[in-house]
């Protein structure tokens, strides 16, 4: 019988330090303010991993093997009793129950209110304890997930600091392509002292209809409803930059642009 270890969570005297992520969420706060909140830059570690590490430390008189095939016949006992509606206690780290997400009304047939279904979890003491240990390394920024770097006409050199009121426009970026439930291409006329700080008011948005290249690096699109002066042109996705949907649309601008009258072609 191999002799028993001191508890690992108890034995750690250490600090371990993480990286936390600063992250800008799509929801606002009560007075309208962008909120952002963290998250923790982690290391993943299998079962095989760890018993592998047993083995070599001699922590057991068993093999690598042999301990996790009974691993894996445990994990699928617990995950045939959670099958079941058993709350499942996690040896030691918490428990995984059963839950309901999201609104019922008293109306709904049972089939509907199965499709709340969902996984609870209630971390242990001990697991709220062990991560007392952890300090912060580095607060890091998380790089932008939606831009626009420039806009420019395709009559034109990009370098042109204008353009003409009847020209194809290209945007390029990063994660810029239309799509999902609400989305659009738009134009809004700002003053010379705009700082870019806040949209304009969305009331003065011109819909741009007529995109002719959507994809995630490029739009191009005619000018609609424009005249000469100062723009700002505004992009909203419901597009991850991986190109899945997203709960809640994004927006974003470019820098101003001048607009100016149309040129003569041929």
């Not at 430390?57 to 095939?69: D, R, V």
């Not at 390029?172 to 609400?182: D, R, V």
């Not at 419901?238 to 041929?266: D, E, N, Y």
Request: glycine share 6%; aromatic share 6%; hydrophobic share 35%.
């Amino acid at each position: 019988m191999p002799r028993k270890k001191p508890d690992l969570l108890s034995s750690q005297r250490e600090k371990v330090k993480v990286d936390v992520t600063i992250q800008t969420s799509n929801l606002k706060d009560g007075s309208g303010k962008t909120r952002t909140y963290g998250s923790v830059s982690h290391r993943k570690v299998t079962i095989r991993q760890i018993l592998a590490e047993l083995e070599e430390n001699h922590s057991t008189l068993a093999s690598k093997e042999l301990m996790f095939y009974v691993a894996q016949e445990l994990s699928q006992l617990m995950m045939d009793k959670f099958r079941q509606g058993y709350a499942v206690e996690l040896m030691g780290f918490g428990t995984m129950f059963p839950t309901m997400r999201g609104s019922i009304r008293e109306t709904d047939t049972p089939s509907t209110i199965a499709k709340h279904f969902d996984v609870g979890f209630t971390p242990s003491k001990k697991a709220r304890d062990a991560i007392k240990n952890l300090t912060v390394r580095h607060v890091l920024d998380v790089p932008q997930q939606h831009y626009i770097t420039s806009v420019s006409s395709t009559l034109q050199k990009e370098s042109d600091k204008s353009i003409p009121l009847n020209a194809i426009v290209r945007m390029t970026g990063k994660s810029i392509k239309l799509g999902g439930p609400a989305c659009g291409l738009y134009a809004a006329p700002v003053s010379r002292n705009w700082s870019g700080t806040q949209l304009p008011d969305r009331s003065t948005w011109i819909k741009q209809e007529h995109v002719c290249r959507n994809t995630p690096s490029t739009l191009e699109f005619f000018l609609d409803g424009m005249t000469e002066g100062k723009w700002v042109f505004i992009v909203e996705t419901s597009l991850s930059a991986g190109g899945k949907t997203l709960k809640q649309s994004v927006l974003f601008h470019s820098q101003p642009v001048k607009v100016s009258a149309a040129i003569k072609l041929g």
